[in-house]
């Protein structure tokens, strides 16, 4: 009953959640005795890795760009203003991949995104065609 609980759960759950649904289902049972015999069936949960991104080195010494749009009305026409932003994107592997957008402001719409293993400076430079 241990290794189909295990293998329904797809090797996520430990003794204790093997525990709690076995009582579940009406079965008595501890979890020191689960655990011995999940050891000797060779069944080990599953950790998930933590989330460490990769960020900015902020002590580089390297200047920022300042936001120049802070003080500026909303556009009035599309095309006037692009921004972008990037965001994490943690690969089943264990690595991860950077997403880069780019929003015209007046419309809110993406116009443009690109995937890359790094954040270097061309992830988020955009040209037009």
Avoid at 36 to 48: E, H, N, R, V
Avoid at 53 to 74: C, E, I, V
């Amino acid at each position: 009953m241990i290794e189909q609980v295990f293998a329904g759960h797809k090797r996520r759950y430990g003794s204790r959640r093997i525990v709690a649904e076995l009582k579940e289902q009406g079965h008595e049972v501890g979890r020191h005795q689960v655990r011995t015999l999940m050891k000797l069936a060779g069944l080990q949960s599953i950790q998930p890795k933590s989330f460490v991104p990769r960020t900015t080195d902020s002590t580089h010494g390297k200047g920022y760009w300042p936001n120049l749009l802070l003080d500026q009305p909303l556009p009035q026409a599309p095309n006037l203003v692009w921004v972008s932003d990037i965001t994490y994107l943690p690969l089943a592997s264990g690595e991860w991949a950077y997403l880069s957008t780019w929003m015209e402001l007046f419309s809110r719409l993406i116009v443009g995104w690109r995937v890359d293993d790094n954040m270097e400076d061309n992830l988020v430079y955009h040209t037009t065609a």
